[in-house]
């Protein structure tokens, strides 16, 4: 801590907030927006509201690969836009600190959120998207414990039809019971019962017990003239469970592989072509994702910086577009390699050349060319496009009125004042 001095300390304070508030809200409005749809599936689908948050906690690590870059970028931003406004940039660089020795900190942190944006895309990521297919999966085929919905039949083995009235005590208690049961021979079973419970067995995991009280058993089937009618006290219907089926092992998509498994599958010339692509894409699409936050502090500086004698955040506005755009540009680039419509390493390095070079021509702009304004240019456009609305609407005029009206006001008041008066505007 001896080598950062008081300034690095300051511009740390002036960083860290943001940045931290940025990550927190990007995160939370992803996770908002998928949480709606997760509740939707799982009370379709009639599974337990509790795996929602299973689910989201694993589509974290898949957001926080863009709300970290957005973050940082942000955070630095947000402090040399307030060092800019309040005149304090201006004496630190008239006391000999240039851009590149104020960004010592924002480097720090940048190198320590790329070590963590490593880990999250080359490792956590690929897991938890594996996780998070595994749990639509039991969803869907009831291993996580689906209830029967009540008010409504539930098939079960195809031969088997059972609707329950209401449930009670957390569904331990069940109430107007009907089954309906058929056999290969065609004969049917039509049970009704005032009330029931689910009952496991030991001997077999893979059948329950529904244990009926005060009902009826109506038995029909080809072989009888008339219908037979049993009243009974109580009855165990046994029910056997369908057999769930095991989820494919990690690896069926290219975003659950981790790094080194897609160096080991991208470059083998002995698997197919297909598979090639689609691995050396996705192995591409993470590296320049992370390797694109070295250029942040530098697009953070260039953009967070107005003219003077303007307070202008276009900047925030254009930079903020500009990192969203590319990561989709690398998300077509992505696809089109996976493809093999392009060479998956120009598909994505492409563009990351391209946009590393406009970063530092935008930063070499601001740092060393006196009176240089990379975004000048889009600040007079912004400027025009703002008076013209003004005057579209009829805000410049009502200003006016209002001048001359206060104006005016002022001018009756002098003349109404005895000689020697002064008043205070």
């Known amino acids: ?35 709606l749809r997760l509740f939707d599936v799982v009370a379709t689908e009639g599974g337990p509201v509790g795996i929602v948050f299973k689910m989201l906690a694993n589509l974290l690590p898949e957001y926080a690969s863009l709300a970290i870059p957005l973050g ?74 689906a209830s ?70 109506v038995q029909d089937g080809p072989n009888l003239k008339t219908p037979r009618v049993l009243t009974f006290s109580s009855h165990d219907l046994p029910i ?11 690896g069926g998509k ?31 699409f993470r590296m320049v994702e992370v390797v694109m936050m070295l250029l942040l502090p530098l697009l953070a500086v ?23 755009a590319y990561h989709k540009v690398n998300q077509y680039g992505q696809d089109i390699g996976s493809l093999g419509r392009v060479d998956p390493l120009l598909a994505l390095w492409g563009p990351f050349a391209v946009f590393a070079a406009l970063i530092v021509w935008m930063y070499w702009r601001v740092a060393y060319v006196p009176g240089g304004q990379p975004i000048s240019g889009l600040e007079k456009a912004f400027a025009v496009i703002v008076r013209f609305l003004r005057k579209a609407t009829g805000v410049d005029r009502r200003n006016r009125r209002r001048a001359a009206a206060g104006l005016a006001l002022l001018a009756a008041q002098d003349d109404q004042a005895p000689a020697g008066a002064v008043h205070a505007v």
Request: proline share 4%.
């Open 1 to 35: 801590m001896k080598s950062f001095t008081a300034i690095d300390r300051y511009i740390a304070r002036l960083v860290i907030v943001p940045m931290l508030a940025t990550f927190v809200l990007a995160a939370s409005l992803l996770v908002l927006d998928k949480m």
């Open 72 to 145: 940082l970028l942000m955070g630095i931003l947000f402090a040399f836009r307030k060092l800019a406004t309040s005149s304090e940039l201006d004496v630190m660089r008239a006391v000999g600190l240039g851009y590149t020795r104020l960004l010592r900190v924002p480097y720090v942190l940048t190198i320590l959120l790329m070590a963590l944006n490593f880990a999250n895309v080359g490792y956590l990521q690929p897991l938890s998207a594996y996780y998070y297919e595994q749990l639509g999966f039991e969803l869907r085929s009831g291993a996580l414990g």
């Open 148 to 217: 029967i919905k009540v008010g409504e039949f539930t098939t079960l083995k195809d031969r088997m039809a059972l609707r329950i009235e209401s449930s009670r005590d957390g569904g331990r208690e069940l109430r107007g019971i009907f089954a309906r049961v058929a056999n290969e021979k065609g004969q049917v079973l039509s049970i009704s019962a005032r009330s029931g419970r689910f009952l496991a067995t030991k001997d077999s995991p893979d059948t329950i017990i529904l244990h009926l009280s005060d009902g009826q058993i």
């Open 240 to 250: 056997d469970l369908p057999k769930i089926e095991q989820f494919r092992r990690r």
């Open 254 to 284: 290219e975003k659950e592989y981790i790094l080194p498994e897609l160096l080991k599958l991208g470059w083998n010339k002995q698997l197919p072509q297909a598979l090639r692509n689609e691995t050396q894409a996705s192995f591409s």
């Open 302 to 324: 260039a953009m967070a910086i107005p003219p003077k004698r303007s307070t202008s955040a276009l900047g925030v506005f254009v930079s903020i577009v500009m990192v969203v």
